[in-house]
């Protein structure tokens, strides 16, 4: 598995599309910092872009990447290879490439602006967190994706799909739930629906760690009471966990039984 | 001609002298006969002056029951030592000048006070240093009075067992100028006091608010700098209230605010700044509010308008990054925008005049949202939110459709 990981992960770092992604990362970097000349708004602002654009890069990403190597993935499997350190070797390349574009593309310019010296590190730390937590989350149900169909076009569909869902239906969703349920106390449904959504959830996790937490008031209160705690930040890192471990061990069960 | 000069010039040296004639020093000092600031208000005149070397007087319930100068030199220190009120004037035209007062008792039945004027006109209490308090200048129905240039440092940690930095009661025509008040509760309280003036004092820190009105109209307060307070100011069934050049910043919190106002009638907020607060003004059912020439910087809500308020207008302020411009929780508008400068404004301008062509709508929906449903606040900066509140732009539906301003600046003033 290793050696799939090693030559997966090589042959994208050495892709045009990794250097176009952490580029874009560096100069997002830069050109935030240059205009806010702020850490802390930069991240707000980095937060709006890396809870949508992760997601969406990682899906795409990953679906693509699997359809390409497809005719190399179905050469490895006439080798004595296990199928699963094959189909999980290739995820993990593509996964890791991308958190290390992101990581190191803004890591870079707000390391050099002085973020060890500032209050804000935390924060960005967090921020790269989740945004690697979101590139791991979305590329495995990419490949859970491509696994299932061996259409294109229906693969590509359904993960932009999927990211359509996430980062905007569910919402919609929940604030209809939310509007339609106003009589009653919704704490505990507000709490338990950005579980559910790995994109809510890390935005909220940011959102409240920024001073901006303030405007969220009364509703602020009761989230930071439960997220703000050592026992929410662990339960919401183990959630997160939970949406990389259940794809991933859906990826392993589905090559041990996909025909090829 | 000349003749008249000379003779005012007369007189007013006569007047000098016969004052001066009159009016005795008396020297207060550790070492001296008169060793205690009581003693030496026993023994004056009225008119006199009372010195007070620098020393530590280790004295309370000290009143001045007649019109005397009570000047400190080099700041000598009163120590109330707990034991209750330090200060009481019951007289008219007392001036009390440079002491440092510490150690005020704390009570829950009686307001003690470091200074406490009672029913008397003409005071002037200016460069006193207050520390470790309860309240600090208790005005009690005294009209016609001074505080000028003082210092209140308190320690409060609680709202419930705090005072307040200076205090008007039942008093009117009183000007408050330059004073420094943190670190109590209200720095600056008024009630049932009218024509105050309240200048270029700075209140920060405080527990509860920088400035508090209650039943006081036909007040002003310009040139004041309120900054990390519980909450800024807050003005509260009072009439005819000015407002002006004032600073409110960082009153940051779940639930703090830069200006209350609750009844409020016929007032005027012009020309000041708020910065980075969570709320910048929070209005409650009140009317006929000119809003003019101020800086909205960076607060989470600039306007946050509750209840019925009609009748107010909102003209040439500048609304800068606020996250939310306008919080407006009724279908029905009755107030006006115009000219001002909003920095999420995106329309073009053509002919050129400097007003937008096209109109400015500042409630956005999601702000209608979380006013109804407070709980959807927290679907704040999510993709799903900035395509409704986009769609809401292009085509009102749900936010009230008149409420615009037609004329929005292009550039900032």
Redo the contacts between chains.
């Keep these: 598995m290793l050696k799939i990981l090693k030559y997966s992960f090589f042959d994208l770092i050495r892709s045009r599309w990794s250097y176009v992604y952490l580029l874009f990362y560096l100069l997002l970097g830069c050109v935030l910092l240059f205009l806010n000349n702020d850490l802390s708004k930069a991240v707000?602002t980095l937060?709006?872009i890396i809870?949508?654009l992760v997601p969406l890069i990682g899906t795409i990403f990953g679906v693509m990447y699997y359809y390409n190597s497809k005719e190399f993935t179905e050469l490895l499997l006439a080798q004595p290879v296990k199928r699963s350190s094959i189909f999980i070797g290739q995820y993990l390349g593509v996964a890791l490439s991308l958190s290390m574009s992101l990581i190191i593309g803004l890591g870079i310019p707000f390391a050099l602006y002085g973020l060890f010296q500032s209050n804000e590190i935390w924060d960005f730390l967090l921020l790269l967190v989740t945004g690697a937590f979101l590139t791991l989350i979305f590329t495995a149900l990419a490949f859970n994706i491509a696994l299932y169909n061996e259409n294109k076009i229906k693969g590509f569909s359904y993960a932009i799909l999927l990211w359509l869902f996430m980062?905007?239906?569910?919402?919609?969703l929940?604030?209809m739930s939310?509007?339609l349920l106003?009589s009653y106390p919704?704490?505990t449904l507000?709490i338990g629906t950005?579980m559910f959504n790995p994109i809510?959830l890390s935005?909220?996790l940011i959102?409240l760690k920024l001073?901006?937490s303030?405007?969220?008031?009364?509703?602020?209160?009761v989230?930071q009471k439960f997220f703000g705690t050592g026992f929410g930040l662990v339960l919401s890192i183990s959630v997160l966990s939970l949406w990389v471990i259940l794809p991933v061990l859906n990826i392993y069960r589905k090559s041990r039984k996909k025909d090829f | 001609m000349k003749g008249t000069v000379l003779y005012k010039w007369i007189v007013i040296i006569t007047i000098f002298l016969t004052q001066f004639a009159f009016a005795e020093t008396i020297t207060v000092c550790i070492s001296c006969n008169i060793s205690s600031l009581k003693d030496a208000i026993a023994l004056a005149q009225a008119g006199d002056t009372i010195l007070v070397k620098k020393g530590t007087y280790k004295e309370y319930n000290i009143v001045v029951d007649k019109p005397l100068i009570i000047k400190g030199e080099n700041y000598p220190v009163i120590d109330g030592e707990d034991q209750g009120e330090i200060i009481r004037i019951v007289s008219d035209n007392v001036t009390i000048d440079g002491l440092f007062i510490i150690n005020v008792g704390t009570s829950y039945t009686s307001d003690h006070a470091a200074i406490r004027v009672v029913r008397s006109e003409n005071f002037l209490i200016q460069n006193v240093v207050l520390e470790k308090l309860f309240f600090g200048i208790y005005i009690e129905k005294s009209n016609n009075g001074k505080i000028y240039h003082n210092k209140v440092i308190g320690d409060a940690q609680d709202e419930y067992n705090s005072g307040n930095g200076i205090q008007l009661w039942y008093s009117k025509n009183v000007v408050v100028e330059r004073n420094i008040i943190q670190k109590v509760r209200d720095g600056i309280y008024l009630e049932f006091s009218d024509n105050i003036t309240i200048n270029e004092n700075t209140s920060i820190n405080n527990l509860r608010y920088g400035l508090h009105f209650m039943f006081s109209n036909d007040d002003l307060y310009t040139n004041n700098i309120f900054e990390n307070n519980g909450a800024g100011v807050a003005v509260m069934f009072s009439k005819r209230i000015k407002m002006v050049n004032n600073t409110f910043r960082k009153n940051?919190?779940?639930?703090?605010f830069g200006l209350l106002l609750k009844e409020i009638n016929d007032a005027e907020i012009r020309g000041n700044v708020f910065e980075e607060n969570?709320v910048a003004i929070k209005v409650e059912g009140s009317n006929r509010i000119v809003y003019s020439n101020n800086n909205f910087i960076r607060n989470?809500?600039a306007i946050k308008v509750l209840g019925a308020c009609y009748a107010n207008t909102f003209e040439k302020n500048n609304f800068l990054y606020n996250?939310f411009d306008i919080s407006y929780n009724s279908k029905i508008n009755d107030n006006v925008f115009q000219h001002n400068y909003w920095s999420s404004y995106t329309g073009y301008d053509l002919d050129k005049d400097g007003l937008g062509d096209v109109p400015y709508r500042p409630v956005k929906l999601f702000s209608y949202?979380v006013n109804?449903?407070?709980?959807?606040?927290?679907?704040?900066?999510?993709?799903?939110?900035d395509?409704?509140d986009f769609s809401e732009k292009v085509s009102p539906v749900f936010t009230p459709d008149n409420l615009q301003d037609m004329t929005p600046k292009m550039k900032r003033y």
């Design positions: 707000i937060m709006n809870i949508t980062a905007v239906i569910y919402d919609g929940f604030l939310l509007i106003e919704l704490d507000s950005t809510d935005r909220i959102l001073d901006i303030a405007l969220l008031g009364y509703t602020g209160a989230f | 940051w919190g779940t639930a703090a969570t989470g809500y996250s949202i109804r449903t407070p709980e959807t606040i927290i679907l704040m900066r999510s993709l799903f939110i395509i409704i």
